[in-house]
């Protein structure tokens, strides 16, 4: 038998499984599912979850479905089913079979008859509390409900009123009759249909029981004919009444379940509840706020779909919980655009310099490499002429020790122009230097060869009269601490400076920037042109990330 052989993804356990079945013959081609619940957009743990699985069929030429896991009307919505299939998408991949849980219903329903039949479900109408407290503790076995005996001929006829509508929400539900003292308290009737008179997103009014999570993934996930079930290690203790499920309802196809640790990053909410809750409070400007973790907003605020692929692939498929430093995702899109983005200048806090020994109606046009570390990138012309703009940090009247900017009576190169030097400063009436008068040496141009004397400072600019006006959104993480305990409010922990709004200037040349182009600002970092705020008369920058790192893969 041909063996096959890891190429492309680096090895995990589950993936050492998928081999080990197919060289087996125990299943003859690999099918995974991604299976969200349409209640939220996805987010950057979902990402882990999409490459895991599409790559792992990928790469032993099986098949990966996406289906929406719409099993509560409550909280799904269209709205977040067209949001993931746009996110899927643009993180680069095409799923094999689009469907919907809810589409099942008719079969999750006959599936739960099978069992009534079987004498493997009963209906209860107990509350939830009873049902809570009858089901014992780690150590306490439950006790039986006074329903757990009745007729096959009863609960069928039951199941069939509560499904025509005759119950109100929580009258009674469906258990399955499993064993009351079972150490997995899983295993304890857990409950696997219920009422609820709601309007659900793709099948309407047409149903008012629905199964519960437990019940209905493992039929989804036989009907598509998944090998792989791949879930999170929370659902380890499910797995047993997963199997269960598969053997009493009998499903022909026998799926099977594995676990993986989820995602956690430092300063960063995951759960899909909490994100919901930041933006229905308004904390933030929508899903898709650059400083949410969700998929949107991470390219909102110009992550490349490749460096969140790279990611989810580096941080590796383990089976015990831990936390990544977000820094890490950080040096991905670091690398990614290391050689991708166009280097330019920008102004974040400008301070105008008048270099007075400069003609007055003269402009230049200099040369400037567009990436020094990629020469296919080329070069361009930026303008130059008396009035330029630097950053205010770049001047200070009284300079410590080590200061090499600009201060009266020192030199420092203009990055791709001329040796500077400053020789006086204006001040406005609060004391604040609002321009500086500086001298050029036209001896000095960038690329002249100049050899005269060297400077210890170099720092960017942008020529005045041509620059183009531009907002720049500079983003710290949105939590300050991480906060693991569900109790505590997170909202109190928000980081106020997690948003900074800075009004500037960059180069003449682009002002044709579009929506999601990307840039490297010469000492800030990269930034992506927003494509929310920027209109065609301003241009509004994200900072995607810095430039320096401390982090090291
Ligand atoms: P959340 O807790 O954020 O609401 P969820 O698990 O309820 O997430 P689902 O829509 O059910 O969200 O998730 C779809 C798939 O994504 C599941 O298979 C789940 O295991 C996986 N997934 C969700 N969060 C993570 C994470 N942080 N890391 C890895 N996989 C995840
Ligand atoms: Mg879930």
Redesign the pocket.
């Known amino acids: 038998m041909e063996t096959k052989t890891p190429t492309s993804t680096p090895s995990n356990f589950i993936k050492n499984i998928v081999i080990e079945d197919l060289n087996s013959g125990k299943v003859s081609q690999v099918v995974t599912r991604?299976?969200?619940?349409p209640n939220?957009y996805l987010?950057i743990?979902?990402a882990?979850?999409i490459v895991l699985n599409f790559e792992l069929a990928d790469e032993f030429k099986g098949l990966t479905n996406l289906r929406f896991?719409d099993t509560n009307p409550v909280k799904e919505d269209t709205e977040y089913v067209e949001s993931i299939k746009a996110d899927v998408e643009w993180l680069g991949f095409k799923w094999d079979g689009l469907f919907f849980a809810s589409n099942y219903f008719e079969e999750m329903y006959n599936r739960a008859v099978i069992l009534i039949r079987k004498g493997l479900a009963y209906v209860d109408d107990q509350t939830a509390d009873q049902i809570r407290e009858s089901r014992g503790t780690l150590t306490a076995p439950g006790t039986n409900s006074p329903h757990r005996d009745c007729s096959v001929e009863e609960n069928l006829s039951l199941f069939d009123r509560m499904r025509a509508g005759e119950f109100k929400d929580g009258e009674r539900v469906l258990r399955a009759k499993i064993d009351m003292s079972s150490p997995n308290i899983n295993f304890r009737d857990p409950v696997i249909y219920r009422v609820v008179h709601a309007h659900h997103h793709n099948t309407g009014d047409a149903w008012c029981i629905y199964p519960m999570y437990a019940y209905a993934h493992p039929i989804e996930d036989a009907i598509e004919g998944v090998t792989h079930s791949i879930?999170?290690l929370e659902f380890e203790d499910q797995r047993p009444f997963y199997d269960w499920v598969i053997r009493e309802c009998e499903m022909p196809n026998v799926p099977r379940q594995y676990e993986f640790a989820?995602?956690?990053l430092t300063n960063t909410v995951?759960?899909?509840?909490k994100l919901k809750q930041l933006v229905d409070e308004k904390a933030v400007d929508g899903w898709d706020d650059p400083r949410m973790p969700t998929i949107s907003g991470l390219r909102r605020r110009g992550f490349t779909p490749e460096a969140i692929r790279t990611f989810a692939r580096e941080i590796g498929v383990a089976r015990s919980n831990s936390t990544v430093d977000a820094k890490m995702l950080d040096h991905f899109i670091r690398e990614d655009l290391k050689l991708k983005a166009l280097r330019t200048m920008g102004i974040l806090n400008p301070l105008k310099v008048v270099i007075t020994n400069y003609p007055e109606d003269s402009v230049e046009m200099l040369d400037a490499e567009n990436n020094s570390e990629n020469p296919e990138m080329g070069s361009r012309q930026i303008p130059f002429s008396r009035e330029i703009y630097i950053e205010q940090e770049d001047f200070m009247e009284n300079p410590p020790n080590k200061y090499f900017r600009l201060f009266p009576g020192n030199e420092v190169r203009l990055k791709n122009a001329y040796f500077i030097k400053c020789n006086d400063f204006v001040k406005d009436d609060s004391g604040k230097v609002i321009e500086l008068h500086c001298t050029y040496d036209v001896e000095t141009k960038s690329g002249s060869g100049f050899t005269g004397r060297k400077v210890k400072g170099t720092i960017h600019w942008v020529d005045a009269k041509s620059a183009v006006p531009a907002e720049f959104r500079l983003y710290e993480p949105l939590i300050l601490d991480d906060q693991e305990d569900e109790n505590a409010s997170f909202l109190e922990n928000l980081n106020p400076n997690s948003l900074q709004i800075v009004q500037g200037f960059v180069e003449a040349g682009m002002k044709e920037a579009k929506p999601h182009d990307k840039f490297q600002f010469f000492r800030h970092g990269y930034f992506n042109v927003d494509p929310k705020h920027t209109t065609s008369d301003k241009l509004v920058f994200n900072l995607i990330v810095s430039l320096k790192s401390s982090f090291e893969v």
């Open positions: 991604f299976p969200p619940e939220g987010h743990g979902h882990k979850s896991d879930c999170t989820r995602l956690n995951m759960s899909k509840r």
